[in-house]
């Protein structure tokens, strides 16, 4: 086996031993990125350069015998929307094409202070405003498991990148699914952390009361590695909990006995694919002869999650948006006053997914209509954050699908703004309640593609769903990185 083809866990393992070097690790990385981003197009910077520094760097103190963190000369990749100082950070939008951050985000300062090598940048939809990554301004990313496939959005790229061995480990941020949708659409984990549980300082921002950042890997154990890394209180984020971070690598060795697990009526809904209804309810069954207690559950205001967060999504994006004048940074376009400069500069920087949210959050806030729109989706996001705390009173996890189908075409859902907001639909809850959430892989469905499981947890209980995701991960027919292995050579595409 090749070492772009290991769980970071075991390249952790065999760097601690100095079986390998970090700067092995990363030529079989950047030789797997030389191979396949050509057929892929996940990454839109690459930091290769620096990232061989810093391999180099670990080596050294590695054999000086300096105590190092377990994921020091572990590749990473990150998405496009954090600040990178030096490097270009876009949001895969023309507004900031040519953007270079004077600053690190403080999920980035941590991956450099432990020596994890940053392999580059990868692409994603416009300012995080998609769900397929077909939104971006430079190119489309294609999904590894099918070319003619999208990857899912926003973070498409990072979990393209993971999935398909060109890095082990990337960050993504996910503000109605976009960590978590790509993850399903992958065959990949990924988690989206309790909202405040990391700093998004350095996030450039799209809606602030839902973006959060989490990790995508392999399976549970290298999610849950990466999220010690980042999570932690940030005083220079107002929103971030002052909780100490656990072991949460720890919980993947307990059992489930006992366990209170509640399968979300609306998520195996009769209107999604029945192969993934199938899935998730094998998976679920698994849980329980693994010794958790298996009961359905209801959350009644999730019919009403999709329109409560497609006004206040907009809303918030529309006021974050509104920095992006022509005048300050980013974009500028030729205007005869500042009126002509505003309107040319948005028009020409902003993509037409940017536009159309932009467009949705003006109306909502705008006078006359705030009451009827946007304080109506507020109350309706209260409604479901208690639904939620009603669940947990009686269960410890929460269980569904991730999407309601597997993979879909590119170009299928670009014309239908609708139809794209749809394929959201299993993880706008989650992210209007605050609570942490975890898609793991759920076998493949029948045209090969992957099918995604969504584990939920209350706020703060991210080891709970580690825990789930490991069990079902020992006790499954194919573990998540030999499911991975497939589409690295099984299925002809590169």
Not at 107 to 136: C, H, Q, W, Y
Not at 252 to 281: M, Q, T, W, Y
Not at 446 to 461: D, F, I, K, R, V
Not at 463 to 483: I, N, T, W
Request: aromatic letters at 8%.
């Amino acid at each position: 086996m090749e070492l772009y083809q290991k769980t970071a866990a075991e390249l952790s393992r065999l760097l601690q031993d100095k079986e390998i070097t970090a700067v092995e690790v990363f030529n079989s990385f950047t030789e797997r990125i030389d191979e396949v981003d050509p057929h892929l197009k996940v990454f839109i910077t690459c930091t290769l350069d620096s990232a061989l520094e810093t391999a180099a760097a670990v080596d050294r103190r590695r054999m000086e015998n300096e105590e190092l963190h377990p994921l020091a000369g572990v590749p990473v990749a990150i998405k496009d929307n954090f600040c990178t100082e030096g490097i270009k950070t876009t949001c895969a939008s023309k507004m900031l094409e040519s953007y270079i951050p004077p600053y690190d985000a403080a999920v980035v300062e941590k991956l450099k202070r432990i020596g994890m090598p940053i392999l580059g940048k990868t692409n994603m939809d416009e300012f995080a405003m998609g769900s397929s990554t077909e939104n971006s301004a430079f190119f489309v990313t294609r999904n590894p498991w099918d070319l003619e496939r999208v990857p899912g959005g926003s973070s498409g790229g990072s979990a393209a990148a993971v999935a398909a061995g060109m890095v082990p480990l990337a960050l993504g941020s996910d503000t109605g699914g976009s960590i978590r949708q790509p993850a399903a659409l992958c065959g990949i984990t990924g988690l989206r952390p309790t909202y405040g549980r990391v700093s998004r300082y350095g996030l450039i921002a799209f809606a602030s009361s839902l973006d959060q950042i989490g990790p995508l890997a392999l399976n549970a154990l290298d999610c849950s590695l990466l999220l010690e890394v980042i999570a932690g209180y940030d005083q220079r984020d107002s929103t971030s909990l002052p909780h100490e971070v656990p072991q949460y690598s720890a919980a993947a060795g307990r059992e489930l006995e006992g366990v209170r697990i509640g399968l979300i009526e609306e998520n195996i809904s009769a209107n999604f694919d029945p192969e993934i209804k199938f899935a998730v309810l094998k998976m679920a069954a698994l849980l329980e002869e693994n010794g958790a207690r298996i009961t359905e559950v209801s959350l009644p205001h999730t019919d009403y999650g999709l329109s409560a967060y497609y006004l206040i999504a907009p809303s918030e994006a529309a006021s974050n948006l509104g920095r992006y004048d022509g005048v300050r940074y980013g974009y500028s376009a030729d205007g005869d006053n500042i009126i002509s400069l505003f309107s040319r500069t948005r028009g020409q920087g902003f993509g037409a997914e940017v536009k159309r949210r932009i467009m949705i959050g003006t109306y909502s806030l705008s006078a006359g209509y705030y009451d009827a729109y946007y304080l109506q989706a507020m109350k309706v996001r209260t409604l479901i954050r208690r639904d939620y705390e009603k669940a947990f009173q009686n269960f410890d996890i929460l269980v569904g699908a991730t999407t309601p189908t597997p993979a879909f075409k590119l170009g299928e859902k670009a014309d239908d703004p609708l139809k794209m907001y749809l394929s959201d639909v299993c993880n706008i809850t989650d992210a209007l309640a605050g609570v942490p959430s975890l898609s793991i892989p759920a076998g493949l469905h029948s045209s090969g593609l992957p099918m995604g499981m969504q584990l939920t947890a209350a706020p703060l209980n991210e080891g709970l769903l580690f825990q789930a995701a490991a069990v079902l991960e020992k006790c499954s027919d194919s573990p998540p990185q030999q499911r991975t292995a497939l589409n690295l050579t099984g299925r002809g595409e590169l």
